[in-house]
Antibody, heavy 117, light 113 residues
Framework: QVQLVESGGGLVTPGGSLRLSCAAS????????MAWIRQAPGKGLEWVSY????????YYADSVKGRFTLSRDNAKNSVYLQMNSLRADDTAVYYCASVGSSSIAYWGQGTLVTVSS | DVVVTQSPLSLPVTLGQPASISCSSSQSLVHSDGNTYLSWFQQRPGQSPRRLIYQVSNRDSGVPDRFSGSGSGTDFTLKISRVEAGDVGVYYCMQGTHWPLLTFGGGTKVEIK
């Protein structure tokens, strides 16, 4: 079955960095756009970034542009989100997701990122 | 930017009774390819979101037929024909028509009266 397993979350001080990873299995990874979506505590869902199959198209929400970098490795069925210059309002559960037909077919279980001093 | 608005914010429902959630978009969600990319997701307490419906009315595998989606253009509805205890959670609509800006609605919390 489809599995998306995130890792790399944790507690970081403002201005710090984290790298999130997502390992995919159970589907043909190289056929899907991949995305990160976040959810601040008690809040709704927000697109963070997505990446095309061949990495030529990468989108970032305005809130993270210039600070976050998304990449993928189709050979390893993995996607990575490098997060720099983290701020308190980046605190959220970050979900890895597969994107197909302009919708999200599958979600990971999420990894919590807490930015606090 | 496309704004997606859901109503109501909170929906108390009696077990066994129907429930209806509305989702409206500030722009038409009909894509140039003729499809309408409006999806519905369910997020049970403490869980990741799960897709229920894609392209307005197509149920995902394993989704009970108590759930149905309808609508066109800018106005869409998710209906639960008979609410069960396991349906408690927050429901989100999402537009996937206007790339690259994909947008979620703010969510509707379904709870049992």
């Amino acid at each position: 079955q489809v599995q998306l397993v995130e890792s790399g979350g944790g507690l970081v001080t403002p201005g710090g960095s984290l790298r999130l990873s997502c390992a995919a299995s159970g589907f043909t990874f190289s056929d899907y756009f991949m995305a990160w979506i976040r959810q601040a505590p008690g809040k709704g869902l927000e697109w963070v970034s997505y990446i095309s199959i061949n990495s030529r198209t990468i989108y970032y929400a305005d809130s993270v542009k210039g600070r976050f970098t998304l990449s993928r490795d189709n050979a390893k069925n993995s996607v990575y989100l490098q997060m720099n210059s983290l701020r308190a309002d980046d605190t959220a559960v970050y979900y890895c997701a597969s994107v197909g037909s302009s919708s999200i077919a599958y979600w990971g279980q999420g990894t919590l990122v807490t930015v606090s001093s | 930017d496309v704004v997606v608005t859901q109503s109501p914010l909170s929906l108390p429902v009696t077990l066994g009774q129907p429930a209806s959630i509305s989702c409206s978009s500030s722009q038409s969600l009909v894509h140039s390819d003729g499809n309408t990319y409006l999806s519905w997701f369910q997020q049970r307490p403490g869980q990741s979101p799960r897709r229920l419906i894609y392209q307005v009315s197509n149920r995902d595998s394993g989704v009970p037929d108590r759930f149905s989606g309808s609508g066109s253009g800018t106005d869409f509805t998710l209906k639960i024909s008979r609410v069960e205890a396991g349906d408690v959670g927050v429901y989100y609509c999402m537009q996937g028509t206007h790339w690259p800006l994909l947008t979620f609605g703010g969510g509707t919390k379904v709870e049992i009266k």
